[in-house]
T-cell receptor, first 111, second 111 residues
Framework: SQQGEEDPQALSIQEGENATMNCSYK?????LQWYRQNSGRGLVHLIL?????REKHSGRLRVTLDTSKKSSSLLITASRAADTASYFC???????????FGSGTRLSIRP | DGGITQSPKYLFRKEGQNVTLSCEQN?????MYWYRQDPGQGLRLIYY???????QKGDIAEGYSVSREKKESFPLTVTSAQKNPTAFYLC??????????FGEGSRLTVL
């Protein structure tokens, strides 16, 4: 079963625009992470936000977490062609201590 | 350089054969994970291990087996009981419940 579900499944924007992806999950978590995957490659960690944090920034990335709604969002500002990739959220269950990934958002940046 | 090494990168299997995918890490991480990814899909957890000589089933463990005899190594065997093994397999490690470090993946095709 997938713990997290990303929305939208696919997103195409113009270079320079902002991209927002959302993740919803089902049970209590210790933390939520976002990863990026280029086609056919392993995943690369972007950012981790703990359950007691509401917002976190890293360069052009901004992540928010709303534990009351069991949801998170990833904002990429001033998008670039190199941002084209799939983005996944991953949650660490509070009780099971296993990390489960969502279904992902495929982001395409048009030049 | 520290990291995770998966081998082989590509593997072909005849029906009825068992195959073993290798995963080695030199990051001194306690936790290791195996995920399966089907085309255009998210990652599904097969097995994970928190410590040497101990491992737990993930969401899709049927038809797979693992061992954790050394901290550095977490091999995955895809058995003949796995009816649809063609997929991209990703290994990862972490300090417990932290950022996951991924290998570059192994692509298994059943002939």
């Amino acid at each position: 079963s997938q713990q997290g579900e990303e929305d939208p499944q696919a997103l195409s924007i113009q270079e320079g625009e902002n991209a927002t992806m959302n993740c919803s999950y089902k049970t209590s978590i210790n933390n939520l992470q976002w990863y990026r995957q280029n086609s056919g490659r392993g995943l690369v960690h972007l950012i981790l936000i703990r359950s007691n944090e509401r917002e976190k920034h890293s360069g052009r990335l901004r992540v928010t977490l709303d534990t009351s709604k069991k949801s998170s969002s990833l904002l990429i500002t001033a998008s670039r062609a190199a941002d084209t990739a799939s983005y996944f959220c991953a949650t660490d269950y509070s009780s099971a201590s296993k990390i489960i990934f969502g279904s992902g958002t495929r982001l395409s940046i048009r030049p | 350089d520290g990291g995770i090494t998966q081998s082989p990168k590509y593997l072909f299997r005849k029906e009825g054969q068992n195959v073993t995918l290798s995963c080695e890490q030199n990051l001194n991480h306690d936790a290791m994970y195996w995920y399966r990814q089907d085309p255009g899909q998210g990652l599904r957890l097969i097995y994970y291990s928190q410590i040497v000589n101990d491992f737990q089933k993930g969401d899709i463990a049927e038809g797979y087996s693992v061992s954790r005899e050394k901290k550095e190594s977490f091999p995955l065997t895809v058995t003949s009981a796995q009816k649809n093994p063609t997929a991209f397999y990703l290994c990862a490690s972490s300090i417990w419940a932290g950022e996951l470090f991924f290998g570059e993946g192994s692509r298994l095709t059943v002939l």
